[in-house]
């Protein structure tokens, strides 16, 4: 056993990790978060915040000496580097591609619709679905004359998120991604919405912010 932990046998047993370990694509939640965050604020025209300073944190070493090959040494350095070959955050894109003509075309159509929409989202009239897509709460508060046009609306509104949500997971190339990104979106829509706002919870019930 010996022989396994000296330096040609360090080297070999992370040539045998390197070819075995699989690096898997994990969705990127934070990102999408941000992303999200950034399109709905735009949408609904919420102020963006100040951004925080960005931390000049760099990588961390193994607890022991990176230059010591000792055998004393040897199992936690090689610990280290097996939890960065595995980890998910190395797997992870730090960032989630959202400019792209057809996510800006999107984007301007959302925020064109936004103050049209605002009025019956303060009426309670609509609400934010659980599935991140308008959803007409109770159609009364809208007065009958209007009630085509926001129900053109609504359609319009949904037919674009959809789009959205379609658009962002192809600019990644991942459209595998399209239905955590709807789950991203529909949480998203309703921390950024003004208060009075309604929402559906998970089981589809109605909720006042």
Known sequence: MKALWSVPGLALMFA?????VTINIYFPTAAAEEAARAIVRDALQVPEAEPAPESESGVQLPPSEPRHTGTANAAPVLVWVLERLVSPAAAQ????????????RIRASLRERGPQLAPHFRSGAIGFGNNADVVIRDLSEVPLRDRS???????????DRDSL????????????????????????WVEEAPSGYWYQDGNGQWQQK
């Open 149 to 159: 046009t926001v129900q053109r609306l609504i359609s319009e509104e949904n037919s």
């Open 16 to 20: 045998l990790l390197a070819g075995c």
């Open 93 to 104: 894109s730090p960032d989630l591609q959202i400019e792209t003509p057809a996510i800006n």
């Open 165 to 188: 949500y379609r658009e962002i997971a192809r600019a990644n190339d991942r459209p595998d991604w399209e239905r955590q990104i709807r789950e991203t979106f529909a949480r998203v």
